[in-house]
């Protein structure tokens, strides 16, 4: 069954469909996929709990669906393109059925080590095919895959083994990255002797980089698959059962474990793919992505495979080893839809069109943008000299706790507009409140974006911990989802993104606590207090501007602002890093104590117009201090 709309009018029609009879519209949906057992009820809900089941008691293995499903009718199809960072270096092509064997081969290698359903899993490996055969093998025997970018510290790592308890860590030698060589295993090490719950990992070769095996708990990739049959029976799991979790930084310090649940999300991630890129069966699909973050999940791996789709993954980056990489890829493998994001834009866009020069880009039909709200000169940039004006540009919304897309154009079937994500997919009820919740109806209205309805691929729980799923998503604004998003519907009926108004930046499409790097500058010895606050950045969107109190004897200001630039680093990792460092003698507080969060961001974006009755704070004179020591870009 054809489950991809092909006309506005077709929208629309589905769209109503959904809403008013959301069970019959999913269960028509999911049933073009291949359940062992199909579900007694479609849908059981409550947001006070939260409580919410999709396909209960249905039973199913995802990646038979990915497999089983296509191989009679393209087992020869190229399933994984892998670029690698050097472009002189040959590419890897994996079939269906080549990808078939190694997941099969490797989920045997898994299950012969002792790993069982329900047992978890980390992933921290670049992005070489064994990451996506890691994943794949992990969903075949019924573990729980948590995939931790490899970007993020030692102590990072550690915090996500100890929270879901990890029994195996899956890991490589090293990662190519541009001209760096990093190592990854050392990082894992470093990690472990903080931890005591992972009883063996399994390291892959990527960069032959020497690297220290203990005996007993370490074993190499090549070694665990050799002899391995290429045929494994998928284990069968429910359709409630997790199929991962992917940590991410909320507004307090702790990573929040998000869980995913195997057929909600394999229905929606599906048909969010399909539908969002138009995608057809000899198209060439390429995501930027990294898959340590939910786009390379729902985008790289999981949706397009579901969709029998060619799915390219890039190791490198947009640099490396020059400019015009990306365009060099699209021109190579012809690809058709290309989806990355505003940062990785707006730093080629910097550049200027030389770089383009050399490059025809006439494969591409769509282009997309993912991870925060794309600006408008950006959006025209990336339509007009990208796409060459005859592209349509989804700009996509939505979060790693919703699993797939939630608002944006359908390609060439939603009219275009400049930054605006446009409309909800169907099945998606997205709502504006007001501060106090209520709703604001009609167009030209702009508040907080809450979704009222269930989705099948939405967030069951915070691993471990379901209050704080309660409280972060639920508790806000009762009965309903909060994004923690503001939004605008404009005359038109469009939905614009504004960003997000809580204590949450967006770096470079990764969203970033303010705790949690607050907590990392808290752990250098000198430092007494700080305030991180997010500030406009040309490129990556947000930057990271941190207000420190410091005890300064003997130590230079300069020097201080190194070290604790370095602190964080080593913490949490490059990507928290911050751009500014401002030290100050003390933070502007109301008089219960709480940081005025307000005005510090207003100092941080260069805006001194409204810092509202300063009068009533405990110490009204910091703020004149801070103006005048603002470090304004």
Not at 508 to 532: D, F, L, Q
Request: charged share 20%; aromatic share 10%; net charge negative.
């Amino acid at each position: 069954m054809n489950q991809k709309i092909q006309s506005l009018s077709g929208y629309l029609h589905e769209y109503q469909k959904s809403i008013h009879q959301p069970e019959k519209f999913w269960s028509r949906i999911a049933s073009s996929f291949y359940w062992r057992k199909s579900w007694d009820r479609v849908l059981s809900w409550d947001f006070k709990g939260p409580d919410v089941k999709w396909f209960e008691n249905a039973k199913l293995n995802i990646t038979e669906n990915i497999f089983e499903k296509h191989l009679f009718t393209h087992g020869d199809k190229t399933a994984i393109i892998w670029e690698p960072n050097d472009p002189n270096e040959e590419a890897i092509h994996l079939s269906y059925r080549q990808l078939f064997e190694k997941t099969c081969q490797f989920s045997n290698a898994l299950e012969a080590e002792g790993v069982k359903k329900g047992d978890r899993v980390i992933i921290y490996m670049p992005m070489i095919p064994e990451a996506a055969i890691a994943m794949l093998a992990c969903a075949r025997t019924g573990a729980v895959h948590s995939v931790v970018f490899a970007g993020f510290s030692s102590s990072a790592l550690a915090d996500r083994i100890e929270d879901c308890q990890a029994k195996m860590v899956l890991t490589s030698d090293g990662n190519f990255r541009g001209a760096k060589n990093i190592s990854v295993k050392a990082v894992v090490d470093e990690a472990l002797e903080k931890t005591t719950c992972v009883e063996t990992v399994i390291v892959c070769q990527r960069t032959k980089a020497e690297v220290q095996m203990k005996t007993g708990r370490d074993l190499w990739w090549h070694d665990v698959i050799k002899g391995q049959p290429v045929e494994h029976q998928a284990v069968t799991t429910d359709s409630e059962d997790l199929l991962f979790i992917l940590y991410t930084s909320g507004s307090t310090g702790k990573p929040k474990g998000v869980v995913h649940t195997t057929g909600g999300y394999m229905v929606y991630s599906q048909y969010s793919f399909l539908n969002v890129f138009q995608y057809d069966q000899d198209d060439v699909y390429w995501c930027t992505a990294d898959i340590g973050w939910i786009t390379g999940h729902s985008y790289i791996i999981y949706g397009p495979l579901l969709s029998g789709a060619t799915t390219l993954m890039f190791e490198g980056v947009p640099t490396y080893p020059h400019v015009g990489r990306f365009w060099e890829i699209v021109d190579k493998y012809k690809v058709n839809q290309f989806y990355t994001a505003p940062t990785a834009i707006r730093a080629l866009q910097a550049h200027g069109l030389e770089p383009l020069e050399p490059y025809k880009l006439d494969s591409l039909k769509v282009i997309g943008s993912v991870g925060e709200p794309i600006n408008e000169e950006a959006w025209h940039w990336y339509h007009d000299h990208i796409g060459k004006g005859n592209c349509p540009l989804v700009d996509t919304w939505w979060q790693t706790e919703t699993g797939g897309i939630m608002i944006s154009p359908l390609a060439g079937i939603t009219p275009n507009k400049p930054a605006h994500a446009s409309l909800p997919l169907p099945g998606i009820q997205p709502i504006i409140v007001d501060a106090e919740g209520n709703e604001l109806k009609g167009n030209n209205v702009e508040g907080n974006l809450c979704i009222k309805f269930p989705w099948p691929s939405m967030i069951r729980t915070t691993y471990g911990d379901h209050q704080r799923c309660k409280d972060t998503y639920f508790s806000t604004y009762p009965g309903m989802y909060f994004t923690g998003d503001g939004v605008k519907r404009d005359h038109d009926g469009y939905l614009r993104i504004l960003g997000r108004v809580d204590d949450v930046m967006n770096v470079s499409g990764h969203r970033m606590g303010t705790a949690e790097v607050e907590n990392a500058i808290n752990e250098h010895p000198k430092v007494i207090e700080s305030a991180v606050v997010g500030f406009p950045h040309d490129i990556k969107g947000q930057g990271i501007y941190a207000y420190v109190i410091c005890d300064m004897e003997g130590r230079t200001e300069s020097g201080l602002i190194d070290e604790i630039k370095d602190t964080v680093r080593k913490i949490i990792g490059p990507i928290a890093k911050p751009d500014q460092v401002q030290i100050v003698s003390g933070l502007p507080k109301t008089r219960s104590g709480k940081i005025m969060r307000r005005i510090l961001r207003k100092v941080a974006s260069n805006d001194f117009s409204n810092l509202g009755d300063t009068s009533t704070l405990l110490n009204p004179e910091m703020v004149e201090e801070i103006i005048k020591g603002a470090k304004i870009q």
